[in-house]
């Protein structure tokens, strides 16, 4: 069984920085799409980024803003976010589906989900 804990969501002023973090747990390394995901309010859930081995997809709406990397000797799983946006905001979630050949954005696809993390852009 999957397990996965968020953290590090916070507050953040327009054109800063933030990292969030995912602790992962009962997944073997490289087998499986490990992603982030978020949902802003009367908003359906989009896929930020995923990752699988040494193959990384971002959203075109965060590419060249958000990076996502793994720790896998850690079993934790990273998105940093640059250059932020208030749009942006929204409830992170980290979600993993066992790796069959192709790694999505679509949520649809994922089958183990963290409880989130809340991520505010403001000033």
């Known amino acids: 069984q999957v397990q996965l804990v968020e953290s590090g969501g916070g507050s953040v002023q327009p054109g800063g920085s933030l990292r969030i973090s995912c602790a992962a747990s009962?997944?073997?390394?490289?087998?499986?799409?490990m992603g982030w995901f978020r949902q802003a309010p009367g908003k359906e859930r989009e896929g930020v980024a995923v990752?699988?081995?040494?193959?990384?997809y971002y959203a075109d709406s965060v590419k060249g803003r958000f990076t996502i990397s793994q720790d896998n000797a850690e079993g934790t799983l990273y998105l940093q976010m640059n250059s932020m946006k208030p749009e942006d905001s929204a409830m992170y979630y980290c979600?993993?589906?066992?790796?069959?050949?192709?790694?999505?954005?679509?949520?649809?696809?994922?089958?183990?989900w963290g409880q989130g993390t809340q991520v505010t852009v403001s000033s």
């Open positions: 990752i699988i081995s040494r193959y990384t």
């Open positions: 979600a993993a589906i066992r790796w069959f050949g192709r790694c999505s954005l679509n949520h649809n696809d994922y089958q183990y």
């Open positions: 009962g997944y073997t390394a490289n087998a499986y799409c």
